[in-house]
């Protein structure tokens, strides 16, 4: 069961919002509003991120906790004046190279809202490989085998090891981790121009295509972690015999 009809109903009572005034907000029609706070509907994953990041809180909470009045009021929303020493962190985890923060399938849709947020990611689990010093990095739980084919590739909940990237270095053929507003993707990167073409590996799923303007963040591999020990498919064991065969035809012309 979602409360996000709840907690939208009690972030408007407490901000005095009326339902036109947060249909307003996020570009929705007031009936809308009125039919997510009466569980007749859910908002789309769009709508779910956008008002979690304008009122900073997690989609987690928003979806999986009933909110009290009392609490909303701990939450940046109300504009609460906090000391210099309330919002320090002890330590900036992007300034440890030796720990890479890991973004976890459960982690995804919150990460797209509060990718920014130095607070959030300080608070991300961290993994500690032997070659990430004196490089930002960000690990990401794959999730789903569109980059898997004939048993190879990426699986399910394997770990992708990521160096920052910028737009103007995309390299057809390499593989990038995409943050973008509708989902954060792992793909082969195709073709630029009106949009952004990145590739599945497995040909079963379609292609995905963005806009620049919807692309938050992008991460280029660096790395592949996985916990797959499936041995290899009876047609990976014929094409590596018919290969060995091959290369000793060669050796004996």
Known sequence: MSFIGKNIKKIRAVKK???????????????????????????KIETL????????????????????????YKFDIFKKEFSKEDLETPTDKDDVRE???????EKQLDYIVNHHNKDFVNNLPVIHFPFTKDKKSRAFQISGNEMTVENQGLHHKDILLCLPAQFEDLEKGNLYIIVAKSGIYARRFS?????????????????VE?????IIEIWQ?????????????????????????MKKLLQNL
């Open 17 to 43: 919002m009326s339902q036109s005034d947060f249909a307003q907000l996020f570009n929705l029609a007031r009936p809308s509003v009125g039919a997510y706070e009466e569980g007749r509907t859910e908002p």
């Open 49 to 72: 991120i956008q008002i979690a990041r304008h009122f900073e809180i997690s989609i987690d909470t928003l979806l999986t906790k009933e909110l009290t009045i009392n609490e909303l």
């Open 99 to 105: 720990q890479t923060p890991l973004v976890t399938l």
């Open 191 to 207: 073709k630029s121009g009106k949009t952004f073409l990145f590739k599945a590996d497995n040909p079963a799923f379609d292609p």
């Open 210 to 214: 963005l806009q620049k303007k919807d």
């Open 221 to 245: 591999a660096d790395a592949i972690f996985s916990t797959n020990l499936d041995s290899p498919s009876r047609l990976e064991e014929r094409v590596n015999l018919l290969e060995t065969q």
